[in-house]
């Protein structure tokens, strides 16, 4: 069974349309996040939820709006897409802060690409 | 602020050592971790080390932490195809937050 998984794996959207990534975790981890990789592979924080509190919100714009419906998800919507969102979004997961020493999982990634 | 560098490439033969360096800014971080992504897929954390520590053995990787020079460290013994992947070393502050260096990509020279 996968840890964390994420869907879609791969988005190909048109400017302007709103989409949505959903991702889920049955690891039963209480600390979630959204993470952004450009094509430069730069690994950027977007979001963090912990019981479903918002904890990290990493000047995104308000374009993306995170959900939380209980602790085993997370999804990312994000609306007006630009070409500039082309990117692969990776979810992942950890008991308590990954900044603490605890593991955090990665989901496979969505890779986006806004045409 | 945080910021977090690696060097971009490394290219190492099969069966040598690979070295893969890693600088950073903030001192304050109480984690340094280090993170492997093959092609198409999630990272893997490989090994981390407690920021009081300077060094850390795990089978075939050996990390260094020279907490003067804001300078972290992942030695891989006889590295093998499989070894081939980006690799981010990533500095935790005690809480949710990660910062990811710019990842370094390893290729095996057969």
């Known amino acids: 069974d996968t840890a964390v998984s994420q869907t879609p794996k791969y988005l190909v959207t048109q400017m302007g349309n709103d989409k949505s990534i959903k991702c889920e975790q049955n690891l039963g981890h209480d600390t979630m996040y959204w993470y952004k990789q450009d094509s430069k592979k730069f690994l950027k924080i977007m979001f963090s939820?912990?019981?479903?509190?918002?904890?990290i919100n990493e000047t995104v714009p308000n374009r993306f709006s995170p959900k939380s419906p209980d602790k085993a998800h997370l999804n990312l919507h994000i609306n007006s897409l630009e070409l500039g969102d082309s990117a692969v979004y990776f979810c992942?997961?950890?008991?308590?802060?990954?900044?603490?020493?605890?593991?955090?999982?990665f989901g496979e990634g969505s890779w986006l690409t806004v045409v | 602020g945080e910021d977090v560098e690696q060097s971009l490439f490394l290219s190492v033969r099969e069966g040598d050592s690979s070295v893969i360096n890693c600088t950073y800014t903030d001192s304050s971080s109480t984690y340094l971790y280090w993170y492997k992504q093959e092609p198409g897929a999630g990272l893997q954390l490989l090994t981390y080390i407690f920021s009081n520590m300077d060094m850390k053995q795990d089978q075939r990787l050996t990390v260094l932490l020279n907490k003067k020079d804001k300078h972290l460290s992942l030695r891989i013994a006889d590295t093998q195809t499989g070894d081939s992947a980006i690799y981010f070393c990533a500095e935790g502050f005690g809480n949710e937050k990660l910062t990811f260096g710019t990842g370094t990509r390893l290729t095996i020279i057969p």
């Open positions: 992942a997961s950890s008991q308590g802060g990954a900044g603490r020493g605890n593991t955090i999982y």
């Open positions: 939820y912990n019981n479903k509190e918002l904890i």
